[in-house]
């Protein structure tokens, strides 16, 4: 019995290329300078970004992609945040596309949040124009005749002459090599942006993977497929650059031989990379992707890690004492949470409160701390999540009752001047309301977000309050 209950909680992946994965735990970090093949241009922009090694994860996909593998195999990477997964994928694409002669969009990466998204076309910005390539990014950040005018180059038109509309569309141009893309934005350029084409794309990207399969997204993911499948006997290998006969230390993951169903296969062909920090092993999920004979990387036994170096604690909270420091939450404009990202990178914000789907897959240097702040019901399932990480080191910390109740009067005047705000808006806007009944529910709808928006400008309002009770806890340390 005690066998078929240890089975149980050991559940083996469906998939049977999920069975067996490589565990890039066990590779060696590589210094930057004994990289092979690493383009000397390329080297020097990494030396610039102060990268002197790479991480484990970055040496096994570059084995795979510029090594031996050469890109033979789609890639399926599983490894926690901070482990280096972007510069994992970027460097090798930047490489490959290093010698191309035509610019047109080649790479595209698809990732959740513009976050996310802003955070890796930096890294890709940061190492492209070293060999000459252009990086674009489409996540309705700025308005999209904007973007448009960013992606595609539109011909010159000449006054007094006739245009043939079929013929003039061939004459848009790619203004880059590379695009960084969320997928609602990423549709409406397909749909919408004359010039925008995927048809000579080599290689695709699909970054925090899980979320993208959970949410359709407008169907971005058929889309992509279908649009790039016509393209894939028109152009070059993307493998096809030359490289030095002997690999020297390099050793390829893959099997000895010719890979099993490699043959037939229409070549060139899209080569997919997905990763994500808890990648899903749900069939009916991967199988969306159509991947071809891909190759599981992950970091490790459990599907579920934190990373390396943080230490996390549990703070257990009165269920009307919860004081946030700075907010950064989808409820901000992204220029709000751009500029807060950057104050809390260079320490300027000491804490930061956040909800998961902000901050997973999000890069923060030196952050040495983590707080998860839990009510009494919470902690039980809590524990639960930190089993599947394999963690059972997170302990309570305490925030004594007096270095609260001192604030108590300041948050109750904050919170009084929060309902004086609230019951005027109120007013306000049902004043609107009134002139115009058949706007009724629409103006109900703007004006509980009104709401919304004063709760919470009203509960960040008080900055003292806000910062002595973490400030207390920082003189304490």
């Given at each position: 019995m005690e066998e078929e209950s240890e089975q149980k909680k050991k559940s083996v992946p469906v998939l049977p290329w999920m069975r067996s994965p490589v565990d890039v735990s066990l590779f060696d970090e590589c210094p930057l300078e004994l990289l092979p093949f690493l383009d000397p241009r390329l080297e020097v922009a990494l030396q610039n970004m102060g990268i002197t090694s790479f991480f484990p994860v970055q040496v096994a996909v570059w084995q795979e992609t510029i090594g031996p593998g050469s890109f033979e195999r789609d890639l399926c990477v599983n490894s926690p945040t901070g482990s280096g997964k972007t510069l994992a994928y970027a460097l090798p694409i930047v490489q490959m596309l290093s010698t191309r002669a035509v610019k047109c969009l080649r790479a595209l990466v698809v990732l959740p949040t513009r976050d996310l998204a802003l955070q890796v076309k930096e890294v890709f910005a940061a190492i492209a124009p070293a060999v000459g390539l252009s990086v674009g990014l489409a996540v309705g950040q700025s308005s999209i005749a904007d973007e448009i005018s960013e992606l595609v180059k539109r011909?010159?038109?000449?006054?007094?002459?006739?245009?043939?509309?079929?013929?003039?569309?061939?004459?848009?141009?790619?203004?880059?090599?590379?695009?960084?893309?969320?997928?609602?934005?990423?549709?409406?350029?397909?749909?919408?942006?004359?010039?925008?084409?995927?048809?000579?794309?080599?290689?695709?990207?699909?970054?925090?993977?899980?979320?993208?399969?959970?949410?359709?997204?407008?169907?971005?993911?058929?889309?992509?497929?279908?649009?790039?499948?016509?393209?894939?006997?028109?152009?070059?290998?993307?493998?096809?650059?030359?490289?030095?006969?002997?690999?020297?230390?390099?050793?390829?993951?893959r099997r000895f031989g010719v890979e099993r169903g490699f043959k037939g296969k229409s070549y060139p062909r899209l080569v997919k990379m997905v990763l994500s920090a808890t990648l899903t092993q749900d069939p009916s999920k991967l199988v969306q992707l159509d991947l071809h004979h891909p190759l599981f990387l992950t970091t490790g036994q459990s599907r579920y890690q934190l990373p390396e170096h943080l230490k996390s604690f549990k703070l257990i909270c009165e269920s009307k004492l919860k004081s946030p420091i700075k907010e950064y939450s989808g409820l901000q404009r992204q220029s709000i949470r751009s500029k807060t990202l950057r104050a809390f990178r260079a320490g300027e914000i000491q804490v930061l409160v956040s909800s998961d789907a902000m901050t997973r897959g999000m890069d923060v240097e030196g952050t040495g701390r983590c707080f998860t702040l839990l009510r009494r019901d919470e902690v039980t399932r809590f524990k639960k999540l930190l089993k599947k990480a394999d963690n059972n080191s997170c302990p309570i910390h305490s925030v004594p009752s007096d270095s609260v109740e001192s604030l108590r009067v300041t948050y109750t005047s904050a919170l009084e001047k929060l309902k004086e705000s609230v019951e005027s808006e109120t007013y306000r806007k049902r004043k609107i309301n009134s002139k115009s009944s058949s706007m009724g529910k629409g103006k109900e709808l703007n004006n509980s977000k009104g709401i919304s928006s004063y709760l919470l400008a009203g509960i960040l309002a008080d900055h003292e309050f806000n910062f002595a009770v973490y400030r207390s806890y920082a003189n304490e340390h």
């Open positions: 011909p010159k038109l000449e006054a007094g002459i006739c245009y043939d509309p079929e013929e003039f569309s061939l004459d848009f141009q790619s203004c880059v090599d590379i695009l960084v893309a969320t997928p609602g934005r990423l549709m409406d350029h397909i749909n919408t942006t004359k010039g925008f084409t995927l048809e000579h794309l080599c290689y695709l990207v699909v970054d925090e993977t899980d979320r993208l399969l959970r949410e359709a997204y407008q169907s971005w993911l058929p889309t992509v497929l279908q649009l790039t499948l016509s393209s894939d006997e028109s152009l070059f290998s993307p493998a096809s650059t030359s490289l030095p006969s002997t690999f020297g230390s390099l050793k390829t993951i």
